[in-house]
């Protein structure tokens, strides 16, 4: 992980490998943006004119590396792009912050230290910077670098993260200042783990070895963790888990994390989809589909690092996580289309198809988790490919039993920088998984087959509690170019939304 700092020192005295410097996009071209006065200045006040020569134009996310004059102690200034200049008496928005950190992160790779001056107004940009920064400096290398030297003798590895970013003008001693970077810190190496499990491949990364995973890190953070596993199970007639997890060799688990405060006056239940590995089942995948089914998981790493990240806080709330942990694999022992599942609940599920598995886990789960009745549920899932055709790669699906909560995690997520959108669930697409044979079955019409799969798990969350779903299908595996802060593969989406809304929930802040 990165180390973060609240520097003393000034830009101008700085010892490291590079200074960040914000650079804004004026009506007449690149315009230094605050925070990087002394910079300019060992320019003799020409760094704008520098950038302009240069091509660089301040819009968002670019980044211009260009050797330091003779006034700084750094070798490199790197000028990242933070868009428009804000108009009058408004600041940057944080998630531009964020952005523009993680960019220069990335573009430091291999460097042990960058001071960062970008514009730091108040605690929230210090979060932003710190937040864009540590999760910009991301790189899953666990997997490389297996001849330690090359032929001349030198290390043939990939390039390791900036190893420490230095935020030079927050305040140290400045108790925001240090909550807001202590937080930050706290909640990108949370979501930073939830990448790794994510990217970690699925031969490594079977349910049994989630557990464990998870196991270990609530002993930890001094959370209690129960994990049941097959025999568990199969005695305590988890039909919906057993179902999809008995095609593989591996077998399922159900991880119940649990996180109390002694002050804490409400309970939040995240459930998370766990497969760990993705064929279809029987129906199964085309080629083209499945090579990056290893991230169907994703869920339950977002509930998981949440809890962690909550422990690791010290939030004035219970959270309770499930992580519904099951590898869906086709094999003469596994589900086949038309079997009835009989579920956790008592329901009954004709399954129409296998490769609509994770409502399956999760509505064993939802069930389990609505017994403790706790005062709100959260689901988080790469549920449906409709999902992604609806919203796209970078945004989630919000859906919910309640329009008020639908509305406060939306806010929430766009606050923190997680792109969202609230979609409905249509009473009419109900009818569609009607099953002559079974209560229901998991598979309704095909178009709407996002708001179809919130509908299945609706009928599992227990009666009275509120509850919401994330289908985070688009967000939550990156396959193109990384951009800002986000990196190729595993992205840890939903954990800064989770995170967000149990501080919300603690400090009765709840819309």
């Not at 005295?13 to 914000?22: I, P």
């Amino acid at each position: 992980m990165t180390a973060l700092t609240l520097s003393t020192a000034g830009a101008a005295t700085l010892r490291a490998d590079a200074l960040v410097v914000g650079v804004a996009k004026g009506p007449k071209g690149a315009i230094v943006a605050a925070g990087a006065e002394a910079v300019d200045k060992a320019f003799d006040g020409k760094l704008a004119g520098v950038l302009d020569a240069l091509g660089a134009s301040g819009a968002e996310g670019e980044v211009t590396k260009l050797p330091a004059p003779a006034g700084l102690k750094v070798p490199v200034v790197l000028a990242v792009g933070l868009g428009p200049v804000p108009e009058k008496d408004e600041s940057f928005d944080e998630e531009v912050l964020r952005r523009a950190a993680g960019a220069a992160a990335r573009a430091l790779h291999g460097s042990k230290k960058a001071g960062f001056a970008l514009p730091l107004e108040d605690a929230s940009a210090v979060t932003a910077v710190a937040e864009g920064a540590l999760l910009g400096a991301y790189a899953f290398t666990a997997y490389q670098g297996g001849e330690k030297k090359a032929g001349n003798g030198k290390d043939s590895g990939p390039k390791q993260p900036l190893a420490e970013v230095a935020l030079l003008g927050a305040k140290p001693r400045d108790k925001e200042h240090k909550a807001a970077a202590e937080r930050a810190a706290v909640v990108a190496a949370e979501v930073n783990v939830a990448r790794d499990l994510v990217n970690t491949p699925p031969n490594d990364l079977t349910p049994e070895a989630f557990a464990a995973v998870a196991s270990a890190a609530a002993k930890e953070n001094g959370i209690k963790v129960q994990v049941l596993d097959e025999k568990a199970l199969v005695k305590g007639a988890y039909g919906g888990i057993m179902g999809v997890g008995k095609g593989s060799e591996n077998p399922p688990r159900l991880v119940k994390l649990t996180y109390t405060h002694p002050k804490a006056e409400k309970t939040l239940a995240f459930v998370g989809k766990g497969i760990t590995y993705d064929s279809g089942g029987i129906s199964l995948k085309p080629a083209g589909h499945n090579e990056t089914m290893k991230c169907d998981m994703a869920g339950a790493a977002a509930v998981f690092a949440s809890v962690v990240a909550a422990a690791k806080l010290g939030l004035k709330v219970n959270v309770t996580g499930w992580l519904a942990l099951a590898e869906n694999m086709p094999s003469g022992s596994a589900t086949k289309p038309g079997d009835v599942l009989r579920m956790y609940s008592g329901k009954t599920v004709e399954v129409l198809n296998t490769d609509a598995e994770g409502r399956l886990v999760l509505g064993d789960a939802l069930t389990k988790a609505s017994e403790e009745n706790p005062d709100a549920i959260v689901d988080v899932a790469t549920l449906t490919g409709a999902m992604v055709l609806a919203l796209g790669d970078r945004t989630f699906g919000i859906m919910a039993n309640d329009d008020a909560f639908r509305t406060s995690i939306h806010e929430i997520a766009e606050e923190v920088g997680e792109s969202s959108w609230p979609m409905p669930l249509p009473a009419e697409l109900r009818k569609t998984m009607d099953s002559p044979t079974a209560d229901i079955a998991n598979m309704g019409v095909r178009m709407g087959g996002g708001l179809v799969a919130g509908l299945f798990l609706q009928e599992f969350v227990g009666e009275g509690i509120t509850w919401a779903h994330l289908d985070i299908a688009g967000p939550a595996f990156h396959e193109g170019a990384p951009h800002g802060y986000t990196p190729k593969g595993g992205t840890g989406s939903a954990v800064r939304t989770l995170v967000r809304l149990a501080e919300r929930t603690a400090t009765g802040d709840l819309g």
